[in-house]
């Protein structure tokens, strides 16, 4: 039977849909990964993503059942649902990578300011890293950090330090400043954002344009006739 046939056409809207639950776990993966590595930035860009990937295994269900079944009711609203999709994934791809330099590293910042305590804390720990730009900033400062000498390995190397210990000297003291043996917080994240938007608007991008070949094998299907049935009726 050609391809353009009835079995053919199930077949492969089939084959798509398994496809597509697989790619909704790359996808919710991908992004994940990217939030979660991304810790203080709140990106949501990438979490829309994620959405996207749990939307799109929902959807995947609903397309496998209407093949299988050819249910006209279900395929209409399937290639409805899935174009809208691919228009908002696409949407959200191309914004993760189209975000440039300046405004990744204002993310970056703005996650920071907008961050607690016990978030500083992690991402110090995680990245073994101490503030985020200015390591001479206090825990009440806005880009200010919690004492770093119980979360970074690096503070060993000099446990004395105020960006360690939290004790700033005052301004009027004349004792000499002890400098912060960590790196900043930042000089360590911005690799990480920055590939986080390229990971998730490069996978994001890609598996759109798949959606669309789903849309058009839905659109061909939904127009054939089961030829195991009543010749006069579509199911």
Known sequence: MVCGGFTCSRHSLIILNVIYIIVSFVLIGVAAYSRVAAVITSISLVGSLIACGVFLFLIALVGLLGAIKH???LLFFYMIILFVLFLLQFSLACACLAVNTDQKDSLAEQGWRMSGAVTRTQVQSQFNCCGFKDQDLNVEDAL?????????DCCTANEEAPCCTG???PANSTEPDVPCPCDTCFSKLQPVIYKAFSATGGVGLFFSFTEIIGVW???RFRNQKDPRANPSAYL
């Open 167 to 169: 004790v700033y000297p």
């Open 71 to 73: 249910h006209q009711v």
């Open 217 to 219: 094998i839905t659109i």
């Open 144 to 152: 200010g950090h919690p004492p770093c000498a119980a979360v970074s």
